[in-house]
Structures are given as structure tokens and as C-alpha cells.
């Protein structure tokens, strides 16, 4: 955000802060005496309609009402300017203690007052019974604060009214209204996810014609989903979500691909981490892909599942309780999937180990097989032309000899490039290329025949 749309934006924000402030002060008036008029008759939310900050354009995004405006607020103002929130810290002056109606919670370290479904229901509501049920739809899995991931409320104690629950803004949100950025998430067990990076481009990736014409339908979809000419097809659950397959031996390109559609297409790509996702503990993946997919859901990112055998498996007989559960937790993943909006990418090995109740809800499935002789001739070039000096390789006959994908090229050559300085030598030589062959066949377990 440049600082003249950075000024713009706090002049919208101290505007509705205002206008907040206002109205809770006559809220709590209005509680104490129950003669005044009620703040919502009397308070007129400001007109953001034509404004073109960040926040404006946030607010007519998502066509908040002043209900809406009100509880976005009360979870944005711990951040911003958290003393207007000192109002709810009054006591009862006969029981000592701080009004059951306001709600609100005490941090660890926040020395302010905390709201609470408790708090955003009394400010919309004050004790008017009727009223109070309305606003607290504000906070079902139907309503747009969930949907879009905009605010929650988290779940309250065991036995304690749902509404107790903290209310606090998404940190997606936050950023975008604060910062004007796009919030990234860190890696954690809530999102084990990292982003895909490459310096590489589409003419350092060689693939078949199958495969090409399946990347370029992919990205047609990725370009089309937002187009507002597509309302019709969107409704009709086309352009919902897309989910690919793609499959064949290691290093054939799979990750890259899926970075350079990222890069092509203006998209993130996070590359799932599943050893944080699946747990041996009964419910805790079925947790952890909740949390995923809420942080991911109506973002424009796409999510790279690699090696995905791992969650995505062939469901299997049930002979006891943890096939049981391993199975539910297939049946969920399968249910997450075909709701999630945006691109799903799974990459395996082996097609035949993906279970089958996925690959009919795959639109795309690409192969990517081993390269034939022309196209590793090609990769052979590409990779030795990307490092300084000079070479003395026949890349036509290891082209010919060796049945190798992409990625081990890239491996050979970098080690070939390592072995010829460590022996003090600016040259690469089919020596130092044939022993950087030998030691990729040997991760595979192969026999290396020179």
C-alpha cells in the first residue's frame, strides 16, 4: 500500500472508529436506562459507497450491513485502538463484578478488554431477547464472517454458553485491512503448508504433448474462475472447484509444473506438508485438514498435495477400529475436497495407489512419463547451459544410454559441476557426469552399468 492509499485508509478507519464509539456509548446509555431510545434507530452508519480506500472497498465487497460493520469493528479495534473497548470494564456496583451482559474475556498479556459472542451481542442488541437470537446468527457456519473467513468465534468451554467463546478477526483480514496485504500464513501445525518458489520457466520444463494440453486446460480454468461472465456456469457448480492428478516417476516435473502455473497465473502454490497432517491420534487429521482448508478457502491459492498417497490412499477392509477411523478419515478428506473453491493438485508415484472414490472427482489427470531420447537430449542441454564454464559431454549418448527424468539431470549436473572443481578443474567431463549418474541410481537402489 503506497502512503497516500495508507492515509486514505486510516481516515476511512478512524471514521467508522467514530462512528463506533458513538454508538457504543449509547448502547451502554441505553442499558443503564432503559428510556432512552435504542442506538440502532437513532445512529446512522457513515457512507463508504463511493470511498476507495482498502477498507471501503472491503466493506462493499462483502456488502456488510451496519449490524455486520459493528462486530467487524469490535474484533478490529483490540488491534488498532483498543481503549475505545474500556467502556465494558465498568463494575456493578453491588456485586463488585464486571456486567455478565457485555461478555468479553481478560488476555495473558492484553491488558484491555476482549470481546466475546457475549459483546457483539449485546452491542447489536443490548437485553432486547428477540433481538439478541437475530444477532447471533451472525456467527453460523451459513453466514459470510465464516464463509469467507473474515472473523470467528471460537468454541466456548465445555458446558458454557456458546457465545462465551472469543470473537477475534482472521489474520488474513487484519492485514488486508491494516496493511493492504495479502496475508501469507506461516508454517505451522494449523497450516503446514510452504510456498513453492522456482527461478525456472516453462522453456526449462520438457514435456509431452498430452501433458502440455492438459497444463493449458488447468490454466484456462485458473484464469476463467473470476470471470463475471462465468455467473452462470459457476452457479451451475462447473467452475466450483477443480481438482488434478498428477502422477508418474520422480523428477519428471510434477512440483515444477504446479510452481510455474502459480507464476503464469498470479497464484500462490503451497505445497501441503502431510507429515503434519496425518496423525495416528484418533480425530486429530480430520482436525488439522479442517484447519487447512478454512485458512485456504476463498483464497486465490492452489494446494500442492505431494506424495499423496499418504492421505489420499486406497480406503481398506475394515478388521478393526483403526482401519475404521482410517477410513472415516479418507471419507472426510473426499467430502473437504470436492467443497474446497480453488485448485487442488495431488502428485504421486503411483496412480494405482490413489484410491479410486478420488480419481472419479478428478477433472484433469496428467501423466508425466520419463522422457524419451530427445527430450533428455534437450534437458541434458538446458541444465549444463545453466552453469558457468565449460563442458566436455556427449549428450547425445547419454541421452541414449541413460533413462533418467529431469530431475535427476539437474542432480547430475550440479554434482558433475562439484566433482570437477573439487578436483581443481573448470571443465566438466563425461567422467565426472557418469559418476553423478552413479550416485542417483544408487538412491534409487539401481545397478549402475557404465
Known amino acids: 500500500m503506497t502512503n497516500n492509499a495508507l492515509v486514505q485508509n486510516i ?72 481503549e475505545l473497548l474500556d467502556s465494558f470494564l465498568v463494575k456493578d456496583a453491588v456485586t463488585g463484578r464486571f456486567y455478565t451482559i457485555f461478555g468479553g474475556v481478560a488476555g495473558q498479556n492484553h491488558n484491555g478488554f476482549l470481546p466475546t459472542g457475549e459483546t457483539a451481542v449485546f452491542l447489536l442488541s443490548g437485553n432486547d431477547l428477540l433481538a439478541r437470537t437475530t444477532a447471533s446468527k451472525l456467527f453460523a457456519e451459513t453466514h459470510k464472517f465464516f464463509i469467507f473467513n473474515i472473523l470467528k468465534l471460537d468454541e466456548s468451554k465445555l458446558g458454557e454458553p456458546r457465545l462465551s467463546g472469543l470473537l477475534s478477526i482472521s489474520e488474513e483480514t487484519l492485514s488486508l485491512l491494516t496493511s ?26 520438457v514435456l509431452d504433448t498430452n501433458a502440455y494440453d492438459e497444463i493449458e486446460t488447468i490454466k484456462v480454468w485458473i484464469n476463467q474462475k473470476d470471470n463475471p461472465e462465468w455467473n452462470g456456469v ?50 486429530e487429521t480430520e482436525k488439522n485438514l479442517s484447519s487447512l482448508f478454512q ?19 486406497k480406503r481398506t477392509e475394515m478388521t478393526d477400529a483403526k482401519d475404521k477411523y482410517a477410513n472415516q478419515e479418507t471419507s472426510y478428506l473426499l467430502q473437504r475436497i470436492e467443497d474446497f473453491q480453488g485448485l487442488i493438485i495431488l502428485a504421486t508415484n503411483f496412480k494405482p495407489n490413489i484410491d479410486s472414490a478420488f480419481l472419479r472427482r478428478f ?25 558457468p564454464g565449460e563442458n566436455q559431454v556427449d549428450v547425445l549418448k547419454l541421452a541414449g544410454d541413460y533413462e533418467i527424468a529431469g530431475g535427476f539431470i539437474n542432480n547430475v549436473v550440479q554434482f558433475a559441476w562439484l566433482n570437477a572443481r573439487k578436483n581443481n578443474s573448470k571443465i566438466i567431463t563425461n567422467q565426472d557426469v557418469l559418476l553423478g549418474i552413479k550416485r542417483e541410481y544408487a538412491k534409487e537402489g539401481k545397478i549402475f552399468n557404465d
Open 363 to 387: 477433472q484433469s489427470i496428467v501423466y508425466f512419463k520419463i522422457p524419451g531420447i530427445s527430450q533428455r537430449e534437450k534437458l541434458w542441454e538446458k541444465a549444463l547451459s545453466r552453469l
Open 180 to 205: 493492504g496485504n495479502d496475508y501469507e500464513p506461516p508454517f505451522s501445525s494449523k497450516f503446514p503448508a510452504r510456498i513453492l518458489h522456482s527461478s525456472l520457466t516453462w522453456d526449462d520444463l
Open 234 to 283: 459457476k452457479h451451475s457448480g462447473w467452475m466450483k472447484g477443480y481438482r488434478v492428478l498428477f502422477y508418474g516417476p520422480p523428477g519428471t516435473g510434477k512440483s515444477l509444473t504446479a510452481t510455474l502455473m502459480g507464476n503464469e497465473c498470479g497464484k500462490i502454490v503451497y505445497r501441503i506438508d502431510l507429515s503434519q497432517i496425518v496423525s495416528k491420534y484418533i480425530g
Open 11 to 82: 481516515l476511512t478507519i478512524e471514521k467508522e472508529l467514530k462512528w463506533f464509539e458513538i454508538f457504543l456509548e449509547a448502547r451502554i446509555a441505553q442499558f443503564f436506562n432503559n428510556k432512552l431510545e435504542d442506538p440502532y434507530q437513532i445512529h446512522i452508519a457513515p457512507d463508504l459507497s463511493e470511498e476507495e480506500s482498502i477498507y471501503a472497498k472491503f466493506v462493499n465487497r462483502y456488502q456488510l450491513n451496519f449490524g455486520e460493520r459493528l462486530v467487524l469493528l469490535l474484533c478490529l479495534i483490540p488491534h488498532i485502538k483498543p
Open 295 to 313: 485458512l485456504s478457502e476463498n483464497k486465490n491459492w492452489i494446494l500442492f498435495f505431494d506424495e499423496a498417497d499418504a492421505l489420499f490412499g
